[in-house]
C-alpha cells in the first residue's frame, strides 16, 4: 500500500476509523490513502477483523463499508459519540424535539418510502431525490394523520408529538409567494434547515434542478435511517405512515 507501507496494521485500522469519522470524507474526493484503507479492508479479513475489534473500544460500531466510505455509528447511547436529538437541534433555533423528530421521518420517507426501498430490496428511482416543499407537503399529511389517531394513542401526547404537530399545522408550507428560504416560519423552511444540517454530515446531496435547489439521499444517509428504524419514537413518528418501514405501497 504505497503511502502507507510505513504502518502497521494496527495504525492503518486507527486511521480507517478516523477517516470514518469525518462524515464528509470520501474515496471519491482524491483521498488516496481512504481508498487504499478501503481496498485493504475489501481484500483482507484480518484486517477487517482487527478494524471491528477496534472500534468498540472507542465507542463505536462498524456499520457497514460502501465503495467510497467506511460507516460508522455509536456503540451505544453512553458512547462520546453519540448524538441526541437535542444535540441535532443545535443551529436550529428553538425547533421543538417533536418537530424536529417528524420532520426526520418526513425526510426518510420521502427518499425510503418502503422498507424494500430503504433496504434496498427494490429500486424506486422516483423517490431519489426531493425539494424542500415536497417534504413539507408530506409533512402536512404526516401531521393530518397524527390528528386523526392523538384522541386514540397516550403515547403520542408522552412523546411530546400532539403539540409538536399543533405547532407544526399552524405553519404555512412556504413562506410568502413560495418562498423556501430556510427559517422556522414555514414548513419548508424549517425542513431545508434540516436537510442543510444533513448536508454538513454527508448523509445528502444537493444540485439545482427546474424546481430549484433539490437534495437527493446518499447511501450513509440509507445506513444510518435503517439505524434510527430501531429508535422508539423514530418507529412511533413513522407508523402513521402507510408503508414506510413495513414493506407496503405508500
Not at 470520501?26 to 478494524?51: C, I, K, M, N
Not at 448536508?199 to 439545482?208: A, N
Not at 437534495?215 to 445506513?223: G, I
Not at 429508535?231 to 405508500?250: I, K, Q
Request: proline share 5%.
Amino acid at each position: 500500500m504505497t503511502g502507507l507501507t510505513h504502518l502497521s496494521e494496527a495504525q492503518k485500522a486507527v486511521l480507517l476509523l478516523n477517516k470514518g469519522l469525518a462524515p464528509r470524507a470520501s474515496a471519491l474526493r482524491g483521498d488516496t490513502d481512504y481508498r487504499q484503507l478501503l481496498a485493504h479492508w475489501r481484500a483482507d479479513p484480518e484486517f477487517r477483523a482487527l478494524v471491528q475489534e477496534l472500534a468498540p473500544m472507542l465507542g463505536l460500531r462498524v456499520v457497514d463499508a460502501l465503495e467510497h466510505a467506511i460507516v460508522l455509528a455509536p456503540q451505544g447511547p453512553e458512547s462520546v459519540f453519540a448524538a441526541t436529538l437535542t444535540d441535532l437541534r443545535k443551529d436550529l433555533g428553538e425547533m421543538p424535539r417533536g418537530a424536529l423528530a417528524l420532520i426526520h421521518v418526513a425526510i426518510a420517507a420521502t427518499f425510503f418510502p418502503t422498507a424494500a426501498v430503504l433496504t434496498g430490496m427494490q429500486e424506486d428511482r422516483a423517490e431519489v431525490s426531493a425539494t424542500p416543499a415536497r417534504i413539507a407537503s408530506l409533512l402536512r399529511e404526516q401531521c393530518r394523520r397524527l390528528e386523526e389517531e392523538s384522541g386514540s394513542d397516550p403515547d403520542l401526547e408522552e412523546a411530546g408529538l400532539v403539540d409538536a404537530w399543533r405547532e407544526l399545522a399552524r405553519l404555512p408550507e412556504t413562506g410568502p409567494d413560495g418562498n423556501l428560504r430556510a427559517g422556522l416560519r414555514s414548513l419548508a423552511g424549517m425542513v431545508k434547515l434540516v436537510l442543510n444540517q444533513l448536508h454538513e454530515h454527508g448523509m445528502v446531496q444537493t444540485l439545482e434542478t427546474a424546481d430549484g435547489e433539490t437534495y437527493m439521499a446518499t447511501p450513509r444517509y440509507r445506513l444510518q435511517v435503517r439505524e434510527l428504524a430501531a429508535h422508539e419514537l423514530f418507529e412511533r413518528c413513522a407508523s402513521v405512515l402507510p408503508g414506510f418501514l413495513d414493506g407496503e405501497g405508500r
